[in-house]
C-alpha cells in the first residue's frame, strides 16, 4: 500500500548517495493522467528532504491536457495547491544514457498530511490492487509494447519518416516480421537499450520484428506487483526514446503514426494467484476455472465504459479498423488473436487472459487500474461471458466498441463502474483535459479537408 516514506526508504536514499558520490541531480518522475513524465531536477542536497516530506508540486501537473496546460474547472478550484510527491525509493537509480552523471526516481502525490492523492494514477492502481489484497488474491501482470523508429527530421508535410532499410520505398510493402536481419540493423541501439533496463531493473523480455516497417515490440516479464509492472512500463518507455535519441533516431508510441500500416498496441496479460501462490484461473483443463469465466467477462461487460482509456486520444481511434488486429468488440476467445481477450495456449498453471484493445499511448496505470478492477468486479459478482469466439471474430461481429473518441468520454462519464473503482476525483480530471484536448482537434482544419473541400463547390 502506497503511504509516506519511512526509516527503511531513508536510509535506501543515504546509501544512493554514499554509492554515487559524482551524482549532483536527481530528476524526478511524476506520471501525470495522459502517461506523460512531469516533474523537476532535484539538487543533491536536496534528496533526503524530498523523503522527508520536502518536495512539493501543484496537484493540477497530475492534469495537464497533453500540451502540458490546465484542465478548465479542475485547475482552480482548490487554489491550484500543492500536493506533496513521495518518492518511490525501490525506483532510486542511476540514470544510464546521459553524458553528465544523473539519478532519477518515481514519486506519486499526497495531499499536504501524505494520504495519497486519489486522483494520481499511481494511487488509482494501487486501491484497485488494495481490493485484490482485501479477499487473498494477487495480479500477475506482463507488458508488451509496440512502438516505431523513426527518422529524427519529418518530411515537408511533417508526417514521420520510417528508419531502416526495410522502409526504404517509397512506398514500402510490409514489414518483415520477426526479421533477424533487420534487428541487427539497430543491434547496437537495441543492446543499448537492453542494457539500459538492466542497469534500472526493467524486466525486458524478448524483443521482435512487429508487423509493419520500422515497427518493433518489447515485452516485460510478469510481475505479482501490478505498480512496478506500471514503473517498468514507463521506464521501458523513457529508455526507449532516450536511447533512439542517442543514436540519430525517434522513438514513438503514438497509437497509430502511419493510416495504412499497423498501429501501435499494448497488450496487458494477467492471471490472479491465491493465497497459496495458486493460479485461480487455472482447473487442470484447457477450458480454464470458473473465475477465469467470471474475470472475462468482468472485463468484458466494463470495456466500453473504460475505451476512454484505453484509446486515450485523438488519433488512437485510428487503430480500430476491421483486420488490424485492434479488436472492435468486446470477443474473447482460446488462441484467437482477432478478438478483444485472448486465452493463449500454454501450461495449465500459465493460464491467463491477454487484453488486446490499448493503444502503447495509453496510460500503463490507468490500463492496469481499468482491467483489473473489471476482472475483480466480474469475480465477486461471479458474472458469465459470453460464448467464445472461434475464428475470425471481424467478420461474425459487429463494431461495439466506441470508435469516435467523443462517444468514448460520454461513457466513460456515465460510467458508475468508472466512479465506484477508479474514483470521481480521476474520472472529473481526466474527462476535463480529455474534452479540452478534443475541442482542440474540432477547431483545426485539416489540409485533407482543404484539398477536398476548398474548391469543389
Known sequence: MLGPSNANDLEIAKKFLEQNPDIETIEVLLPDINGVLRGKWLPRDNLLKAFKGGLKLPVTTLNFDIWGRDAPGVAFDDGDADGICLPVASSLSRVPWTDRPMGQMFVHMADLDETPYVGDPRVVLDQVVQKFKAIGLTPVVAIELEFYLLEEKRDSAGRP??????????????????????????????????????????????????????????????EDDPISAADHAMMLKRVIKSVARRHDLSASFMAKPFGDMAGNGMHVHFSILDDAGNNIFNNETEEGSEALMHAIAGVQSTMVETMAIYAPNFNSYRRFQPGSYAPMAPTWGYENRTVALRIPSDDYAATRIEHRVSGADANPYLVLAAILAGAYDGIVKKSMPTAAMEGDAYSQMTSSLPVYWPDSLNAFERSQFVREYLGESLQRAYLASKRQELNEFRHTVTRMEYDAYLLAF
Open 161 to 222: 519518416v520510417h528508419a531502416g532499410s526495410d522502409a526504404n520505398a517509397d512506398y514500402p510493402i510490409g514489414g518483415q516480421p520477426y526479421s533477424l536481419d533487420l534487428m541487427q540493423e539497430y543491434e547496437e541501439a537495441f543492446h543499448e537499450m537492453r542494457e539500459a533496463c538492466e542497469t534500472l531493473g526493467v524486466p525486458v523480455d524478448t524483443l521482435v520484428k512487429e508487423f509493419a516497417p520500422a515497427q518493433y515490440e518489447i515485452n516485460l516479464h510478469h
